[in-house]
Nanobody, 117 residues
Framework: QAQLVESGGGLVLPGGSLRLSCAAS????????MSWFREAPGKQRELVAR???????NYADSAKGRFTISRDNAKKAVYLQMNSLKPEDTAVYYCYAVQWIGPREYWGQGTQVTVSS
């Protein structure tokens, strides 16, 4: 059973940057789509960015121009580079991965990102 483990969250000043990482452990060959979601207090979980196996990306409007998603298929990992962070980016960020055959879905445990002065 594969598990996703996130790292890289923390406290950052407005305008700062953070890089989130998510890597799979356990017995799994590869993922199809990989994504980052976030959940702010009192709000529903929302998609931030998605990347397909071939590298095709999609972003939420709030992330366009500031966030970059990337993946390393050999490491079964996905990354989220976040620049020009704003207080409204404060949330728990979750890594998500899916295998279309099944389908099988995997979620990470979440990592807190706090943007505050």
């Amino acid at each position: 059973q594969a598990q996703l483990v996130e790292s890289g969250g923390g406290l950052v000043l407005p305008g700062g940057s953070l890089r989130l990482s998510c890597a799979a452990s356990g017995s799994i060959d590869s993922f199809d789509a990989m994504s980052w979601f976030r959940e702010a207090p009192g709000k529903q979980r929302e998609l931030v960015a998605r990347i397909g196996r071939s590298g095709t990306t999609n972003y939420a409007d709030s992330a366009k121009g500031r966030f970059t998603i990337s993946r390393d298929n050999a490491k079964k990992a996905v990354y989220l580079q976040m620049n020009s962070l704003k207080p409204e980016d404060t949330a728990v960020y979750y890594c998500y991965a899916v295998q279309w055959i099944g389908p099988r879905e995997y979620w990470g445990q979440g990592t807190q990102v706090t943007v505050s002065s």
